[in-house]
């Protein structure tokens, strides 16, 4: 696996489910502090840190969930699954974006991911894969918090699709002695309690009754998720391997679009919503 020196843990390899259909395929989560992978044919996610190295030091190509260098990104990818694909054959691509990343985000991504010369790219926001990993049910309101290194997002999902989210640049990469924990735990209850106010439905009261979704790295933390259960006076639900849902999540929509006919001859960028 193709590992680069900076910040975070080493890379890691998460055992998924055995070999699927035989088309070729990516899923792709693009995060500020680790980037993830799954290719289809493969047992392990690939995990290693987003970093390019154009001359003598490392650089950070995305930072808080914005891409702030497309060829450094697209650098990136090429080193770490150029080599991996198929000599013949052009792999469908689903990446996962900030739920507002917004279109700007997209046509980025989108010109990154280039370097893997993909036969279609499909986009799905990071809160929706969370929730199809965690197999939520979509006819149910959903409130997804994902807590990652450098951004934090709140999402409610209805019928599977976006209906509300805030986002605030802070994550657990942030934490000293500065900045505790309760830190990201009273901005999550800010986010929710200004969602809750602006809702004119009880679709927010609902997905919070019913409890929270944690995902990101921040869900792997006693610290934030004890104290935000008993902030927002309702459960909190961490997803099982929370630092890898939204990639496993795009895996599983990649399967799942093998086997839809209109995907198959889809030239063009799609939203999953």
Request: glycine fraction near 8%.
């Amino acid at each position: 696996m193709t590992a680069a020196s900076g910040p975070g843990p080493a890379p890691a390899r998460h055992r998924t489910w055995p070999r699927g259909r035989p088309h070729a395929g990516i899923a792709l989560d693009l995060g500020s502090a680790r980037t993830r992978a799954w290719m289809s044919g493969r047992r392990v996610i690939l995990d290693v840190p987003t970093v390019t190295f154009p001359g003598t030091g490392a650089t950070y190509p995305i930072q808080r969930g914005t891409i702030v260098d497309t060829p450094g990104t697209a650098r990136m990818l090429n080193r770490l699954l150029g080599h991996r694909l198929p000599r013949f054959g052009r792999p469908l691509l689903i990446l996962t974006t900030p739920v507002l990343g917004g279109i700007a985000y997209r046509a980025q991504a989108r010109t990154a991911v280039e370097v893997l010369r993909p036969r279609s790219v499909l986009t799905v926001p990071t809160a929706r894969a969370v929730a199809v990993a965690a197999d939520a049910d979509p006819a149910c309101p959903l409130l997804v918090v994902d807590i990652g290194a450098h951004l934090t997002e709140v999402t409610l999902l209805t019928d599977g699709a976006v209906t509300d989210a805030r986002h605030t640049a802070l994550g657990t990469s942030d934490l000293d002695s500065d900045t505790p924990p309760s830190r990201i735990t009273e901005a999550v209850v800010a986010m929710v309690t200004t969602m809750l106010e602006q809702d004119h439905t009880s679709e927010t009261f609902e997905a919070l009754h019913r409890g929270a979704l944690l995902a990101g790295g921040g869900a792997l933390r006693p610290d934030i998720t004890y104290r935000l259960a008993d902030r927002l006076r309702a459960p909190v639900q961490p997803v099982p391997a929370p630092h890898t849902a939204a990639v496993r999540g795009a895996a599983k929509l990649l399967q799942a679009a093998w086997a839809h006919p209109s995907v198959r001859a889809v030239t063009d960028p799609v939203h999953f919503r």
